[in-house]
């Protein structure tokens, strides 16, 4: 696992779309941010790119990804 923190919109862009992978948010929250990667969870709205980054930024989150190719795993984390 390679560990990698991004938050510049064209850096989270290329990550999720490598990975063909979508944005999203639970229904009815602000910042319970994800990555859809296999079809979609009823309790999920999906988002543009845009959407996230402003949601992230809003909220304080950065996104920390596995960044070897084909891995997807990622978590949205607070900071300062």
Known sequence: MSLRIIIKSAQIRGWIDERSG???????????????FDGDKADYETL?????VETMKA?????LVDQEAGK?????????
């Open 59 to 63: 909220n304080h989150l950065v996104l």
């Open 48 to 52: 543009n790119i845009d959407e996230l």
């Open 22 to 36: 979508r944005p999203a948010r639970r229904r009815n929250t602000d910042s319970d941010l994800a990555v859809l």
């Open 72 to 80: 997807t795993f990622h978590k949205f984390v607070q900071h300062g």
